[in-house]
């Protein structure tokens, strides 16, 4: 009788199903790598990861940076304004004071200083070299704002120059009104003063002129009122009719009404006295009168 096979000596062989679902060992994929490779692909993620630290820390550091040289340039902005529209800033300085005075060397070197006070507490290079680049910009602006505040009051200058020398000459004719060689200096500074004014505004010469013509007014109507107020109707008229072209219209239409005001009222005043002298002579009262019919001079009021 046949002897059954041991069944330890029998390989064992376990069916799978068919239609089976594989199953899914759930281990470390880098623990399936070759050695080798689980040490490359380490390497790299940490190299990427080094990468993107330092990308991110130099971002930082630029934004720190930035943050800096913007907070210095603050304080460099706040003086910048207060040397410009402070209680000392430039602005404040007025006429004479803007252009006879070294403004532009005065403030600029209180700018720089500034300047240097501002970024004094910057900490790289960085920072240092983004605050000046800013401060070289409000340099610029700062120097172009003096300048531009100097030729604005050169002008303002200018004018209470000459306006000084119109009222001076003015005063001079007025006490030295019987002085053609006098009043000739006066006229003379007023135009040449005017030149000036042209020149350095760029007047046109039509605008010019009318200045000189408007000024040198001043000074025949301070003669000729001068003449009038002593009683000397007849310079008062001389004067007028040989410089009547030099007299604004305006001036001139006041000027030939009290000249003739006032020579009628001189020639009635010496009629008058020729009357106290002959109103008991009839002849003499007589001729008195064909003289005063006769003399064209007189209107027909006196």
Known sequence: MAK?????????????????????NAVDEGAMLAPGQAVARAGATMEEFGNNFHLR??????????????????KLRQKQLDLTTGEGGFVNQKGANAVTKPILKDYTGQFDMAVQQAGADLQTDEQRALFT?????ASLEFKGDILKHVVSQGSVYGKEVYDGIVNLETRNATARWDNPEAIAISLGRIGAAVKQRAESEGWPKQYADAMVLQDASKIHEAVISQALATGDYKYAQAWYKQNVDQIDRTTAVALDKAVRDGTQKQLAAGYNNAYLAVRDDAKGLAELEKAVVKDPALDETR
Request: charged share 25%; hydrophobic share 35%.
């Open 57 to 74: 820390l130099k971002h930082e550091q630029e934004k720190a940076d930035t943050l800096r040289a913007e907070e210095a340039f603050t």
């Open 4 to 24: 059954s096979p041991d069944q330890n000596a029998l390989p064992v062989s376990i069916p799978q199903p068919a239609g089976g679902i594989a199953r899914y």
């Open 133 to 137: 680049r800013r401060a070289n910009v």
